[in-house]
């Protein structure tokens, strides 16, 4: 099993859209790592006491951005953890930044057409919530975030099963913590 340490980084950080399964993958690796999982989505909600979908529709997306930064940037700081990151955290530059610099990034890579039957009947993503044409959404969204998903230490499709993507990453994980003792 592969140790931070090993690889120099603080934690592993898991990327990709809403959907793409971040929470859930983020989850099972904490489990086999035996590491703290932090989804920056629930910490928002812990730390405002509102929903998502509350913070967007109150307070706005701007003010949203501005607590995911800071929330985000407190939890890239941590050791020994896995961080699940709100599919838009990555346009923050600060984000990206702290992620660079303390994190062994995964993209979570899905088809548009699988995310968005993933989505369909989800009421707690607010960008698709005033849409009508998730599809759509979906792919602009993508082509903005596109150039930043893929700086990823590692990409990995998540569009069949969740084992496989973790047998994937495990073995990317452990592959790579071998290379970095091997350096040293």
Known sequence: ???????????VCIIGLMGSGKSI???????????????????????????????FEKDGESYFRKIEEKICLELLKKNNCIISLGGGSIINKKIRKAINENSYSIYLKVKIGNLENRLKSSKKRPLLNKNSNNKKTLEDLYNDRR????????????????????????????????????KK
């Open 1 to 11: 099993m592969f140790k931070l340490i090993e690889i120099n980084k603080k934690n």
């Open 25 to 55: 993958i983020g989850k099972d690796l904490s489990k086999y790592s035996n590491l703290k999982f932090y989804d920056t989505d629930k910490e928002i909600e812990l730390k405002t006491k509102k929903s998502i979908n509350e913070i």
């Open 147 to 182: 150039k930043f998903y893929e700086k990823a230490d590692f990409i990995v499709n998540n569009d069949n099963d969740k084992f496989q993507v973790l047998e994937k990453i495990k073995l990317k994980l452990n592959s790579y913590a071998k290379e970095n003792k091997n």
